[in-house]
């Protein structure tokens, strides 16, 4: 039927529109006066955006809408966010009640010599950076790991040859800085600004001329023929070589400084050749040569309990072809890393450059560096300290201990420590040097005070008369006076042959100071 002619239908009412509210979303209202009754009763008032009136049910609705769609005014002073131009020019009055702040015109940097090194430091970095090629990205990830892990070079036995690609690796601990890891010991790495102020600093301790020569050490105008002071080398003077000239096809290649040790080996007529050779970088500590070097003579005494180096050891090296081929294989290792220009950095150097047969005026010293501080700069030393005594009094490190030989590798790393201590703190240095002079000064009292009452009991002794039957007695106690004055003194005659200068001639410690020359 259709719906025109259904009255029952056509004269139905449409049906209410429904009101809802937007807080609690009840939508049963049919007028907007029972709507308005319901929010003032309940407090649920609907929030209208001022800029687009689109309501929402809550205030937080409301101003989230207004951050995303509307807050695109933008403050240019400040950067402040408003939702219309009149808002945003309102805040822009408050800007003009205070200054806006100047930027800081650049200052040229003046030279000073405090900044010097630095900028010598960084002009190398960019001559190095020009003369190679640009690292790819593995490498610079590894450089990266490396600047903030440990370097761990781990130990091998004294019978095994001290190989070095093999047995370095960054490894993580919780330290407060990084630092080198070798045999047990813990040594110091240096940033690369630190590197730069301790060269600059490094390059005011290089001894003079005179204080080598002092010291025992080959100059180049030595020849053979000239007195020296060097003794049971197995080189010739006229084997010896300068450093080589810097070129600028190598300068870039060559290291700023370089701390070496050798272990030695007594050949034929009780002469000396190298038979180990340790070389680190003093700035970045990285490890340069660790080998074995074959001596070219006959050896007739390995001094194992010192060098740590046994024929096994040896033979095993120069079978895999790890030794370097005699001395001057040695020496011209280490001239792919020296120049003239490099300072080398050592314990007792002078016998370690002896037995590789160079010629070097560059030099630091740790055991000049402590005795000059204990006796003066331009005095004569009247004893030397063992790399042991400054590495326990210093950076606390045990090395060469009681019944044990010596690892070449560690003694070169804590020459390095030693003296890296008394660049960094010279105060610490001077107060080690005060207190040992006065040891030595009592010490000294105190022999002198045993070699006056030995001689006082000596002359009593010659007083007494003698029984008939001994004649010959007081001839031998004139001998024996003779013999034995000067057994605890420090100074002696030249012309007087002493046991204590045979026995350190054959490599026994000095029997007064207990320095052994063979010990570095």
């Known amino acids: 039927m259709p719906l025109g ?22 939508d049963t209202f049919t007028t907007a006066n029972g709507l308005a009754n319901h929010q003032d009763a309940l407090g649920h008032h609907h929030a209208v955006c001022p800029i687009c009136n689109k309501e929402f049910g809550t205030e937080g609705a409301r101003e989230n809408h207004k951050k995303s769609s509307h807050y695109h005014v933008v403050c240019p002073i400040c950067h402040k966010k408003f939702g219309t131009e009149k808002a945003r020019s309102d805040h822009s009055k408050s800007h003009e009640q205070r200054p806006v702040p100047k930027k800081r015109e650049a200052v040229t940097p003046t030279w000073s010599p405090a900044t010097e090194p630095a900028r010598l430091c960084e002009e190398q970095k960019s001559n190095q950076l020009q003369s190679s090629q640009q690292p790819k990205p593995q490498q610079q990830a590894k450089v990266s790991a490396v600047e903030h892990l440990t370097l761990a070079i781990s130990y091998t036995d004294s019978t095994a040859l001290h190989g070095y690609s093999n047995t370095t690796g960054p490894v993580g601990g919780l330290l407060n800085e990084v630092r080198l890891y070798y045999n047990g010991n813990f040594f110091t790495m240096l940033t690369p600004t630190e590197q730069c102020f301790i060269y600059a600093n490094l390059l005011t301790k290089c001894h003079s001329s005179a204080r080598l020569q002092t010291q025992g050490y080959a100059m180049p105008a030595f020849r053979e023929g000239v007195k020296g002071k060097w003794k049971k080398a197995s080189i010739t003077r006229s084997q010896f070589w300068p450093t080589p000239v810097p070129s600028p096809a190598t300068q870039y290649l060559k290291r700023r400084a370089v701390v070496i040790d050798c272990e030695m080996v007594e050949v034929n007529r009780g002469r000396r050749e190298v038979a180990l050779l340790s070389a680190v970088d003093f700035l970045t500590g990285e490890v340069l040569i660790n080998h074995y070097v074959q001596p070219t003579a006959k050896v007739t005494n390995w001094t194992t309990k ?97 019944n044990h030989a010596h690892v070449c590798l560690e003694d070169t790393f804590a020459t390095r420590d030693v003296v890296l201590s008394f660049l960094r ?96």
Request: proline share 6%; hydrophobic share 35%; with cysteine.
């Open 306 to 402: 010192i060098s740590g180096v046994t024929p096994a050891a040896m033979t095993e090296a120069v079978s895999k072809g790890q030794a370097l081929q005699g001395w001057q294989s040695a020496r011209q290792a280490l001239f792919n890393y020296v120049d003239a220009h490099t300072i080398l950095i050592g314990h007792s150097l002078n016998h370690d450059l002896d037995v590789l047969g160079i010629y070097h005026t560059m030099i630091v010293d740790s055991a000049i560096l402590a005795s000059e501080a204990v006796f003066g700069s331009t005095s004569v030393f009247k004893r030397l300290y063992s790399l042991k005594t400054l590495s326990e009094e210093f950076v606390k490190l045990r090395i060469q201990p009681d």
């Open 425 to 520: 703190n010279p105060g610490g240095l001077e107060i080690w040097a005060a207190g040992a002079k006065t040891e030595y000064d009592a010490q000294q009292k105190r022999r002198e005070a045993e070699r006056r009452q030995k001689r006082d009991e000596k002359a009593k002794a010659a007083a007494e008369p003698l029984p008939a039957k001994s004649a010959k007695l007081p001839l031998m106690r004139v001998v024996d006076h003779l013999s034995d004055s000067d057994d605890y003194g420090y100074e002696y005659d030249s012309e007087t042959p002493r046991w204590s200068d045979i026995a350190e001639d054959c490599g026994w410690p000095h029997p007064d100071t207990g320095y052994d020359p063979w010990s570095d």
């Open 5 to 26: 002619k259904n009255t029952s239908l056509a004269n139905q009412p449409a049906p209410a529109k429904k009101l809802k509210c937007l807080r609690c979303k009840k």
